[in-house]
């Protein structure tokens, strides 16, 4: 079935950069997001990439797919505190519907 | 920008209780969604819908039930509340395209006692 797998932590110190990945089954998926969650709040949309793209960038964000893998990933450059929150991939289903992956927790190290 | 309100941020009941969740949209988006959020258990869908008195299930619709008699409102019932109902609930909502990302109110966390 559709499935959307990403580890659920990744501690990274302040500065650098934080890369969090994902992978997806739905080889037919046209739309793939990228949700924040930060604590207490509801999903907020970062960024989405649509499938015949390899890239997007916005800002301090850089999106990467890689269709033939079935990965996509989730650049954060120069990692603050105010990134500290849980990171959604997800991607649109045969019916029409949005497949979330459990989440990874980025958690910023001083 | 695209707002979702949902009616409470916390939310607390005893069991057997009939519980309203309300949601409201201000962008007369066609589709709206409710999920529940638990650790470990990412997001499930409970119920969507996809115009005014349209409602479909989602992967887990035991023990609720919604209605959606207006467009820009989605309610989500609990017909008779238990403890394993207890849990961080987000509505959504998105327009008629396919692409469109869903959209997310702040959430309601409601606890069964």
């Known amino acids: 079935g559709e499935d959307v797998e990403q580890s659920l932590f990744l501690s990274v110190r302040e500065g650098d950069s934080s890369v969090i990945n994902c992978t997806y089954t739905?080889?037919?998926?046209?739309?793939l997001y990228w949700y924040k969650q930060e604590p207490g709040a509801g999903l907020q949309l970062l960024t989405y990439?649509?499938?015949?793209?390899d890239m997007k960038q916005d800002q301090r964000l850089t999106v990467l797919l890689n269709k033939k893998d079935k990965h996509l990933s989730l650049r954060i450059a120069d990692t603050q505190t105010g990134d500290s929150a849980i990171y959604f991939c997800?991607?649109?289903?045969?019916?029409?519907?949005?497949?979330f992956g459990k989440g990874t927790r980025l958690h910023i190290l001083p | 920008d695209v707002k979702v309100t949902q009616s409470s941020r916390y939310l607390v009941k005893r069991t057997g209780e009939k519980v309203f969740l309300e949601c409201v949209q201000d962008?007369?988006?066609?589709?709206m969604f409710w999920y529940r959020q638990d650790p470990g258990l990412g997001l499930r869908l409970i119920y969507f819908?996809?115009?005014?008195?349209?409602?479909e299930k989602g992967d887990i619709p035991e023990g609720y039930s919604v209605s959606r008699e207006k467009k820009e409102r989605f309610s989500l019932i609990l017909e008779s509340a238990s403890t394993n109902q207890t849990s961080m609930y987000l509505c959504?909502?998105?327009?008629?395209?396919?692409?469109?990302?869903?959209?997310f109110g702040d959430g309601t966390r409601l606890s069964i006692l």
């Open positions: 962008m007369d988006h066609e589709n």
């Open positions: 990439i649509f499938s015949n793209m």
């Open positions: 959504a909502s998105r327009g008629h395209q396919r692409h469109q990302p869903q959209h």
């Open positions: 819908s996809y115009d005014v008195k349209m409602k």
């Open positions: 997800a991607e649109t289903s045969r019916d029409d519907k949005i497949i």
């Open positions: 739905d080889s037919s998926s046209t739309y």
